[in-house]
């Protein structure tokens, strides 16, 4: 099991930008695809965004395509997400997960991190 920490949600006018960190604990986190997940209240969680291990390849939920950009720092196992131009439709509790080899979260949720788009 690896444990995640999410970190830098917060309060955001429409049009703004947020960007996301999640630290994980893995030795081999270089070797992991690593998604961003959302949960709104009254919703089911969905996935926004993923980035494979060598980070040359990512994927996006059709929603976010083109407002939000995955990235990741295998020397430090760190995964970030730049979310731009949000909407309120944005707002949710954000979360970072492994995946496995047929796409399903791996690991224990984390806390998550709250964003929240209002004006």
């Known amino acids: 099991q690896v444990q995640f920490v999410e970190s830098g949600g917060g309060l955001v006018q429409p049009g703004g930008s947020l960007r996301l960190s999640c630290a994980a604990s893995a030795f081999t986190f270089s070797r992991d695809t690593m998604r961003w997940y959302r949960q709104a209240p009254g919703k089911d969680r969905e996935m926004v965004a993923s980035i494979l291990g060598s980070g040359l390849f990512t994927n996006y939920a059709e929603s976010v395509k083109g407002r939000f950009t995955i990235s990741r720092d295998n020397v430090k196992n760190m995964v970030y997400l730049q979310m731009s131009s949000l909407k309120p439709e944005d707002t949710a509790i954000y979360y970072c997960?492994?995946?496995?080899?047929?796409?399903?979260?791996?690991?224990?949720w984390g806390q998550g991190t709250q964003v929240t788009v209002s004006s």
């Open positions: 997960n492994r995946a496995d080899n047929q796409g399903s979260p791996r690991d224990n």
